[in-house]
Each structure stands twice: as C-alpha cells, then as structure tokens.
C-alpha cells in the first residue's frame, strides 16, 4: 500500500537524494515546504535528537507520516567538529562554500594521514507526531578530507570528502553510485527494509 510521506527538510539536495533513493518504493514524498511548513530550530545535542525534532513538527503541522533526517560531517583531528553544526559551520545555515572554506582553513598543514572523517546519518521515521516507538535507522562514511575541493556533484562538503574505495571526492561520484555507498544510502537501505510493515 502506497502512502504520502512528508520530508522535513528544506534542503534541496536531500530531497534529491531521497526521491531517488525512495524512486521505486511506491510511497510519494512530499517536501514539508510545500504543506507550508518551516525547518524547525535543531537544538538536540545529538543526530538522533534533531531527526526526532524536525519529524515530530513536520508531522504534527501536517497529519501525514514524516521522515526526517540529521547528518552532518565529524573530522578527527577537529575533535568530531563541524559534526551537529556542518550546515552552519561558517555562521550562516547552508553556505556550503564558506563552510568549506572554514574547514579546509581549520585542517590547513594536518597532513592526510590525520585528516581522517566521518559523514554520519541518522534518519527518522514516526507514523504520527505522537509516535513512540520511532522507526530509526544509521549510517556512516568514512574517508579523509582533501585540501582542496574536487568534482561538481552533490552538495554540501562533498566535493572535500575523499572516498578512498573510489579515489574520488564524493562530488566526482556518479550519484546512483554516491547513493549506494553514501551515510544516507547505507540508512535508507535499512530503512527501507522496513517501510511497508511500518506504514501498513
């Protein structure tokens, strides 16, 4: 049975990725801007905490199930840093070049063997805003950050972060590849395994 989930995000890029890696799953996704919902203020202190967060408003605003979820980039020599704040790691939320920029500014003369990273995922699904048994689902990414950027796909810090199994920055990966190996990827795929049961 097919159903009409609300995505709570306003982040182009991430409704990109989950229309494709949702394309053949027989539910509709409805980004939350267009049932004129807001993002919601991220004040978790933790992935799962903001994913819960925004789930919770876009479906208590809208009556519909809601997926959400929180990601970010966590390097090791930064102490787990951009980790909740990558999309406002510059000040401003979502200018994925001057974030970049403050990284690679932060990271300038580590040398590549400590320029280890991780993009991590967490993505949420609740039936109703009052849900208490939450559908959850985790992903990780590892790699290494570049010194400088690479490629023209993707969004965000994809273009810094190196995938080593490819040797190539997450911006130069063809993006069906990119979604099967990605943090996102890796979480909508358990996801997934669970969708129907739980939307039945």
Known sequence: MS????????????????RALLADAGHALLPQATLGVEDIEETGLSFVENALL????????TGLPALADDSGLCVDALGGAPGLYSARY????????????????????????RRGAR??????LLRHAGDPEPLIAEG???GRILNAPRGAQGFGYDPVFLDPAHGLSAAELAPALKNRISHRGQAMAQL??????ALR
């Open 3 to 18: 159903a009409r989930l609300v995505l709570a995000s306003g982040n182009a890029g991430k409704l990109a990725e989950f």
């Open 54 to 61: 925004k789930a919770r408003h876009a479906a208590r605003a």
């Open 90 to 113: 510059a000040g401003g939320h979502g200018d994925a070049h001057a974030n970049i920029e403050r990284l690679l500014h932060e990271l300038d003369g580590v040398p590549p063997e």
């Open 119 to 124: 993009f991590r995922c967490v993505i949420v």
């Open 192 to 197: 997934r395994a669970r969708l129907h049961e």
């Open 140 to 142: 990780s990414w590892t």
